[in-house]
């Protein structure tokens, strides 16, 4: 078997991410958690992109979030639906993940970074919520491997009902957000209710195949007004 290939890294403050290459093959690691991604295995983020697109599918005009680049295949399935005035912000918080994207990764997923609907803020994803207050139709999470599996400490914030409440504000009236994990919570599936969500749990393979692991999507709809 071809050996893995380091091709860069860079410090992180849950330890250090290695981006690997082994033929057309890519992974990202860190020290803390192993590896993060891979790209034989990209199936879940791209339904995590088709969730959120289906139900806004009938808006013109869109305006989505993605948070967390990885690979950039969920950005580049909300392209794939997104209309030609449609407008989706990219969310990483890792410079050097953006850059890999650009330097190495680009061709895996068609080259999304360089669609002209595309913007990218080197900043938290929930930085970017608290400053867009009803400001998107759709966010799409994959930040770390969900909401019981960090690997940096500051990404819990994300997860509780202040980071659910500020993902619920910076949603439009019946905006939906979808958030991936590597595994079923359902505490967090009673957080995201508890906040104003309408709560549907997906399991999906990492393969498009169906094989691999399973993981949990949720999808949240905000209603379009807030109860009483």
Not at 19 to 37: C, H, N, P, S, T
Request: hydrophobic fraction near 40%; charged fraction near 25%.
């Amino acid at each position: 078997m071809i050996p893995y290939k380091l091709l860069d890294s860079a410090a992180d403050h849950g330890g250090t991410l290695r981006l690997y290459q082994r033929g057309d093959e890519f992974a990202i690691r860190v020290d803390k958690a192993g590896e993060l991604m891979n790209s034989r295995l990209h199936h879940s983020e791209d339904v995590l992109a088709d969730l959120a697109c289906a139900h806004i599918s009938g808006r013109a005009d869109t305006r989505m979030l993605v948070g967390g680049l990885g690979m950039g295949y969920t950005l580049a399935a909300a392209l794939r639906h997104a209309g030609s005035a449609s407008r989706v912000v990219v969310a990483e918080l890792m410079p050097a993940v953006v850059r890999w994207n650009r330097e190495y990764l680009g061709v895996l997923a068609a080259y999304p970074l360089r669609d002209a609907r595309v913007e990218v803020l080197e900043q938290d994803v929930g930085k970017v919520m608290r400053d867009h207050h009803n400001g998107f139709d759709a966010i799409m999470l994959d930040v770390d491997n969900g909401p019981d599996g960090f690997t940096r400490d500051d990404n819990s914030a994300l997860y509780g009902l202040r980071g659910l409440q500020q993902a619920h504000d910076a949603l439009r009236p019946g905006g939906v957000l979808t958030v991936w994990s590597v595994a079923p919570d359902t505490a967090f599936t009673q957080r995201m209710k508890k906040v104003g969500f309408t709560v549907d749990e997906r399991r999906v393979r990492a393969h498009a195949a169906q094989r691999g692991s399973q993981h949990t999507i949720w999808v949240g709809i905000r209603k379009r007004s807030r109860p009483k």
